[in-house]
Each structure stands twice: as structure tokens, then as C-alpha cells.
């Protein structure tokens, strides 16, 4: 795939290869349905996921990151990730900083409870973070 400027969320997972169109709106289905108002929007030309702040994304292998794909399937991560209390270890920091993640190569990979439990975990980090803000204003 070539790496193309997406006009939106949705033509960005319409021009997906099947197998990743499939998680991706798998993925999808279940950040919105758990975080219902939630604002999506396209960042690095992949679907985020906002309330406050970033909690989520969606990072299909097929959209490139400079020049080379660097996965296959289909990586969610959580941009506060460091945050989250990871006695499970489902989604991996690895050497980052602040990101944790798991790549999906199919539906059958995911295992929605846990995925569950870190979107709850989000979003109540999301929810102290803006409330501490408030806080200092």
C-alpha cells in the first residue's frame, strides 16, 4: 500500500487490505462502544481516540511510517500506556517511554476482555489527568 493523506477515519479503513479492515473495525466497534463519547479523529494519518486527551489508536501495518512498513495486522496502543497498571502485560511498552501496545493479525488474536479492562483503565487516567488540570487552575 502506498501511503496516501486520509480525508477521514473512514476512508482511511475503506482503503485497508482486507485482513486489517477487518480488525480495524473490530477494534473500533469496541473503543466506541466502551468509550462512547469519545472523539475520533485521524493523527499521523491513523484513527485516534480522544476524551480529554489521547487515550487510543489504531495503526494498521499497511499505513507506512517513514519509509518501510514495520508490522503486520494491526497495532493498538494507548498513548498513556506508562500509566496503566500492567500486572497482565497484554499490551507491551517495550522501550518506549510512554506507549504500551499489541499487534492483532486477526479478530481471533483479540482477547476483549482485556482489551476491555485497559480502555476502562484509560479512561480513568484520562478522567485524573484533566481532573488534576482543573485542579491547578
Not at 30 to 47: A, D, F, G, Q, R
Not at 88 to 94: D, E, I
Request: hydrophobic share 35%.
Amino acid at each position: 500500500m502506498s501511503n496516501p493523506k486520509f480525508q477521514d477515519v473512514a476512508h482511511c479503513i475503506a482503503s485497508l487490505p482486507d485482513d486489517e479492515r477487518i480488525v480495524t473495525e473490530y477494534l473500533r466497534q469496541l473503543i466506541v462502544e466502551h468509550i462512547p463519547n469519545c472523539t475520533e479523529k485521524l493523527s499521523y494519518n491513523v484513527p485516534y481516540y480522544h476524551l480529554n486527551k489521547s487515550i487510543c489508536f489504531l495503526w494498521p501495518g499497511s499505513v507506512i511510517w517513514g519509509n518501510k512498513r514495520m508490522y503486520d495486522g494491526v497495532r493498538m496502543g494507548f498513548t498513556k500506556g506508562h500509566l496503566i497498571q500492567n500486572d497482565v502485560n497484554y499490551f507491551k511498552q517495550g522501550k518506549r517511554k510512554y506507549m504500551s501496545m499489541r499487534d492483532f493479525k486477526t479478530v481471533a488474536d483479540i482477547d476483549i476482555d482485556l482489551v476491555k479492562m485497559y480502555l476502562f483503565k484509560a479512561i480513568e487516567i484520562d478522567e485524573k489527568l484533566a481532573t488534576k488540570a482543573l485542579k491547578k487552575k
